[in-house]
């Protein structure tokens, strides 16, 4: 079947420290690759996608680079602010299909 | 431009009430889609609709759950005879066409249920 696996969190790390967010998947056919993000009270918002193999996705100082290899859609930055403090989630869709895969997201609290 | 947009944001009910959940996607969105979150859980597929069309309602949980969208615009999501197990969060997204591959859904803030 088609399914998200994120690495558990919380995650705190202190401002400016490397952010890494693994995401691995699992996929019937060829799948589309996105991150979303969930600020404090706020619905979920795109931050990346990449729609195939060695694409990579990149916004907000955000990256992530999609792995046929080894199934995975890992999330990186370089030196995390405070304002990135949020849930971030996986997520895929198959071909062209409209349904889409969550991971149970991962808690990031940035700490000055 | 307007975002997608969800009312009640927080709805409580009592165990065998009826509720309804509204959902404003962005105007001229062809695809609109229902998720449920549970607390600390990713969200859910429940049903997708292009235009008016009800095309996949394969996550509904139960008969219990009904979705339409009679004018391929608003959508309403019921839920019958709540039941504790029903409280989550219920996400609606919208897309602006109806197929093609990696198309980025845009979600709404969600309703927040709890059923006592």
């Known amino acids: 079947g088609n399914s998200v696996t994120q690495m558990e969190g919380p995650v705190t790390l202190s401002e400016e420290a490397f952010l890494t967010i693994n995401c691995t998947y699992t996929?019937?056919?060829?799948?589309?690759l996105f991150w979303y993000v969930q600020y404090p009270g706020e619905g979920l918002q795109l931050l990346l996608k990449?729609?195939?193999?060695?694409d990579k996705g990149s916004n907000k100082g955000f990256e992530a680079t999609y792995r046929k290899e080894t199934t995975s859609f890992h999330l990186e930055k370089g030196s995390v602010q405070v304002s990135d403090s949020a849930v971030y989630f996986c997520?895929?869709?198959?071909?062209?299909?409209?349904?889409?895969?969550f991971g149970t997201g991962t808690s990031l609290t940035v700490i000055p | 431009g307007a975002g997608v947009s969800q009312s009640p944001r927080y709805k409580v009910a009592k165990r065998g009430q009826d509720v309804a959940l509204r959902c404003d996607p962005i105007?001229?969105?062809?695809?609109l889609f229902w998720y449920q979150q549970a607390l600390g859980q990713g969200p859910e597929f429940l049903t997708y609709?292009?235009?008016?069309?009800?095309?996949?309602k394969s996550g509904l949980p139960s008969d219990r759950f009904f979705a339409e969208r009679p004018e391929g615009s608003v959508s309403t999501l019921k839920i019958q005879r709540t039941q504790q197990e029903d409280s989550a969060v219920y996400l609606c997204?919208?897309?602006?066409?109806?197929?093609?591959?990696?198309?980025?859904?845009?979600f709404g803030p969600g309703t927040r249920l709890l059923v006592l």
């Open positions: 997204a919208s897309s602006p066409r109806d197929s093609g591959r990696g198309e980025t859904q845009y």
């Open positions: 996929a019937t056919g060829y799948p589309s």
């Open positions: 990449a729609t195939k193999a060695d």
């Open positions: 997520a895929l869709v198959v071909g062209t299909g409209n349904q889409f895969y």
């Open positions: 105007s001229g969105h062809v695809s």
């Open positions: 609709f292009q235009n008016e069309a009800q095309l996949d």
